[in-house]
């Protein structure tokens, strides 16, 4: 294994691709691509990759399901960094063309989501057509004179597309949020944070009393969400961040208070924040 190969989710030309490009100019090493976001965790798992980026949350459509479902269920690997990436949608075509005279709009239906209120506004009435991602859209722009993609900028540049708008996102301040996973997590910096999911039991006031370990302590949480465990219906997962270094809160005695209250609790890691 290279000691200095990260893996991502491909394919090129998608934001988690420029979240990839960005993590690899600071730190160096070589980028590998996966089809999946399993597979980049599973690359890591079995030390084909050092490191693997994949995407953890986005701003406006919450959790992402396979990246939460791999945490919870893979062995050794732990969380080591955060990177706050900003979406910035593209409109794009295979040559300049006038807005009007488009007829299909191609994206990740994401992404088409994201722009409806441009698409409303500046191309009523076309065609919106979903595919698996946006570079898949950009790349299937090749000989379509009247179509048009919603991708990122670097979709542009590797297939040679006319960059016809930029920024045409309905929210300004969307970001997705990607996370670096290894078999490691990182040292204490005095600016953590802590990743943890676990299970509660079936009983009134069981997720109350696991907040009220970290209430009781005076520690942030700064976020927590719920999925399914898809084991058993009315079982569910809770995925938790808080302010704080596992190990110092370890010191506190609050895991020792937390694992007393739940069924089940993995500690994702503990990383620096991103406040970008």
Known sequence: MS?????????QGTFSDEAALLYKAKTGGSLCEYPTIGAVIEAVEKGEAREGLVPLENRLEGGVGATLDHLAGSSGIYIKQEINYPI???????DEIELEHITTVISHPHALGQCSAFIKKYLPGVKCLPVESTAAAAKSLEGKNHYAAIAPRRAAELFSLSLLREGIEDYRGNVTRF?????????VTGDDKTSLVLTIPDRPGSLYRVLGCFARRGINLTRIESRPSRRIIGDWLFFIDCEGHRSDLEKSGLWEEVRKEVTFLKLLGSYPMDKA
């Open 3 to 11: 000691s200095r190969r990260v893996g991502y989710l491909g394919p």
């Open 88 to 94: 910035r949608q593209c409109l794009m075509a295979a």
């Open 179 to 187: 996370v670096v996973v290894s078999t490691e997590d990182q040292p």
